[in-house]
Every structure is written in structure tokens, then in C-alpha cells.
């Protein structure tokens, strides 16, 4: 069944960094668009970035050159790469896999906290 296993989350100061990853299946990697989003404490769940199997990437704009995300075809696993973290980028980060038009349905990861404070 699809499950996505997110990992990496922490606390880390002002300026610091930190790598997310999410796991999944051949499958579900191959065929669907994986990405982030999180949410911050009375906030609404935000885009942060996406992949598609082609490589094909879009970042949301208070993370661009910041944040990278990448893929490992061999592992199944997408990676959110945080440089210069700041404190507005604490949050429960989520994976997320969307389907195509074929199977339209997307699942979500359990959530990994990202912590940044002095």
C-alpha cells in the first residue's frame, strides 16, 4: 500500500541548515508529482516546493534560492535541501504525492517538525 515516510526534521538556529526526506514506493515515484508543503501554528498547510519525474521543479517564492528539491531514483526518495534557514520557516513539513489523470488521487506523509530558533 502507499505510505510515505518523511524524515529529517529538527531544531536548528537562524542561518543553519537542515535535509527532509520522503520515501515512497517505485510506483508511486514514478508516476506521481512529489512535494512539500507545510504548516505553522494557526496557519493555513502552503506550498513549498515540487518535482516531477522529468525534473521539472516549482518553488514557492519566500523559499526560491534558499530551498532545493531533488530525487533519487535508485531510493525512491525526494529530498528538501534547507540553506539559510529562518525562523518564519518553522513548521510541520509534509510530503505529498498527486496523481496523474489515470489514477487521480494523492496521499500525504505524517509530518516532520522543522524547528528554527536561536
Known amino acids: 500500500q502507499v505510505q510515505l515516510v518523511e524524515s529529517g526534521g529538527g531544531l536548528v538556529q537562524p542561518g543553519g541548515s537542515l535535509r527532509l526526506s520522503c520515501a515512497t514506493s517505485e510506483r508511486i515515484f514514478r508516476l506521481y508529482v512529489m512535494g512539500w508543503y507545510r504548516q505553522a501554528p494557526g496557519k493555513e498547510r502552503e506550498l513549498v516546493a515540487t518535482i516531477t519525474s522529468d525534473g521539472s521543479t516549482v518553488y514557492e517564492d519566500s523559499v526560491l534560492d534558499r530551498f532545493t528539491i531533488s530525487g533519487d531514483n535508485a531510493r525512491y526518495t525526494v529530498y528538501l535541501q534547507m540553506n539559510r534557514l529562518k525562523p518564519e520557516d518553522t513548521a510541520v513539513y509534509y510530503c505529498?504525492?498527486?496523481?496523474?489523470?489515470?489514477?487521480?488521487?494523492?496521499?500525504w506523509g505524517q509530518g516532520t517538525q522543522v524547528t528554527v530558533s536561536s
Open positions: 505529498h504525492a498527486y496523481g496523474p489523470e489515470s489514477e487521480p488521487s494523492d496521499y
